[in-house]
């Protein structure tokens, strides 16, 4: 049985920080790309940032990009999801996923396979909440 578990959420003030930790159990998690959604309600799940087998590459959202730092560690079987700089635009419901598909991210078509929420991910948690007041 395949869990993802999401913790760290909160509500914070603009401005401020975060750290989202995600753990995994169930299959060989050395193996594959995790990734970070958030959904707002509303609106569709997006991708916020991707991280390959060995810690690299990474990639990440527009709207994040220089705010937040996606790392693991595959002696814990976690991810993380470093979030600073807050803004209320942030606000979402964040969920952890994962893939044993690997892909070659050098392809504009992977790429774009790793930041949206479809089969490319075959494992979801549960989500964590993040708020983010002004």
């Known amino acids: 049985q395949v869990q993802l578990v999401e913790s760290g959420g909160g509500s914070v003030q603009a401005g401020g920080s975060l750290r989202l930790s995600c753990v995994a159990s169930g299959y060989t998690y050395s193996s594959n790309v995790m990734a970070w959604f958030r959904q707002a309600p509303g609106k569709e799940r997006e991708g916020v940032a991707a991280?390959?087998?060995?810690?690299?590459?990474?990639f990440y959202a527009d709207s994040v990009e220089g705010r937040f730092t996606i790392s693991r560690d595959n002696t814990k079987n976690r991810v993380y999801l470093e979030m600073n700089s807050l803004k209320p635009e942030d606000t979402a419901m964040y969920y952890c996923?994962?893939?044993?598909?690997?892909?070659?991210?050098?392809?504009?078509?992977?790429?774009?396979?790793?930041?949206?929420?479809?089969?490319?991910?075959?494992?979801w948690g549960q989500g964590t909440q993040v708020t983010v007041s002004s």
């Open positions: 996923a994962a893939s044993r598909e690997l892909g070659d991210y050098r392809l504009p078509a992977t790429r774009a396979l790793l930041m949206a929420a479809g089969p490319f991910y075959e494992y």
């Open positions: 991280i390959y087998t060995d810690g690299s590459p990474t």
